[in-house]
Each structure stands twice: as C-alpha cells, then as structure tokens.
C-alpha cells in the first residue's frame, strides 16, 4: 500500500494475522511492515499510518542519513550483517575466535550458501505442490545480476545473498522461478500465475529492487 504526505510517500507492507491491534515497524534497511488483526479495512490501516506519518518520515530519514555513505564491512564481532532481514553482530552469525578478516568472509559466504540452501529447499515444497511442478535440480550460485534463475532443462538456480532477505522476499523470488516451469518469458500468464500464489508480489520486488544493493558481505 501507500499514502501521500506532505509531498512525501509512504510505501508499506501489510501482514494480517491473530494479532489485536495495528503496530508498525521499519527495519533496518527503511522497509516498512504494518501488522494488522485480520480483516482489518484498507481504510483503518491507512488511518493509522497517516497518525504515524511524521515519526515513520523521520524515521527513515535517519536510517537513510546512516546509509547514506557505505560503511567498510567490520569482520569483528562488532560487525553488524543481514540474516533474514535482520541484523545481527558477525558472532551472532559465525564462529569468529581469533580468525583473520579473509577467514572470517569465507565462513560468512559458507554460512550464507548453507543458510539460503536450507530455507530455499524448504519453502519450495509447498510451492511446489501449489503449482504441480517440479524443478530437476536446485543450486545456490553466487551471482551479481540475478536473484534467481530457470533453465529450459528445469533448473533452478538462487543466489546465496538471498539468506539476507526476509523470507516472504525469499519466497518471492521461488514462486517466480517456479513459475518460470510453466511460462519462460515474462509474459501476462507468467504474472498472472505468480499472483495467484503471492498477491502482493510486487511489493517484493520493490524490496529486492531498493535494497539489494546492502544485502552484500
């Protein structure tokens, strides 16, 4: 969803749930998720947004000043790294004792293959049965230009940066690979098969597209 506000928009993420009341949260990278009690209308959420306008503005003003210029990658444990939309001190993540900087980006990359491996692997059974498909093969890549990709063979690649999303990004760029099983191009029945499964994809996409850029080690 979004709003205006004075000049400004306010893009958010809704999730429903057995919640009881509307709370808002921007994570570290600006992203921005309302959780709201099942049912709630479209009307009320907005409401609550425009009450929180101006903290969420200055808010993400903030987080955009902080990432404004890059910071060097501290390979200690004060070390802060994305997991699942998180961030988590480097200990937090990996072991690091008395490892040198190279030792430690390499059991980071380890811990991301593995990482992104077994959530992939799990997530896409569901999906899987969902759309009555199944890929031939399924690997973690380590790529610069492609979240995911599918082969005219039936195979499935994902880049291991994908550990640093949250999962329903994760699950985003499966259902889209998955997809790609049945339609190869890009094509209205590719999107239209694709909503079917996850309505809101396009707010994923924006995720992937604004801050894909920090999701790095």
């Known amino acids: 969803m979004k709003i205006e506000f004075e000049n400004n928009s306010i893009d958010f993420n809704v999730q429903y749930g057995h919640t009881k009341k509307i ?16 049912e709630t209308s479209k009307e009320v959420i907005i409401s609550a947004v425009e009450h929180h306008a101006k903290w969420i503005l200055e808010k993400k003003s903030n987080i955009a000043d902080a990432r404004q210029t890059p910071k060097e990658r501290e390979y200690q444990d004060a070390g802060k790294f994305l997991h699942l939309g998180k961030e988590y001190f480097l200990h937090e993540l990996i072991e690091t004792g ?51 990709s599918c082969s005219s063979d039936k195979k499935l690649t994902f880049n291991y940066r994908l550990a640093m999303a949250p999962i329903e990004v994760i699950d985003y760029v499966i259902i889209h690979e998955l997809c790609h ?36 080690c």
């Open 23 to 38: 709370s808002i949260r921007i994570d570290s990278l600006g992203f921005i998720t309302v959780k709201a009690p099942n």
């Open 98 to 148: 008395d490892l040198t900087e190279d030792i430690l980006k390499k059991n980071l990359k380890k811990f991301y293959f593995s990482s992104c491996e077994k959530i992939v692997r799990e997530r896409i059974v569901s999906y899987q049965n969902q759309l009555r498909v199944k890929p031939k093969t399924i690997e973690i890549v380590e790529s610069k230009t492609k979240w995911g």
């Open 181 to 216: 099983l049945i339609h190869m191009n890009h094509d209205r029945s590719f999107w239209r098969r694709v909503g079917s499964i996850m309505p809101d994809y396009k707010e994923k996409q924006e995720y992937l597209a604004r801050y894909g850029g920090f999701m790095t």
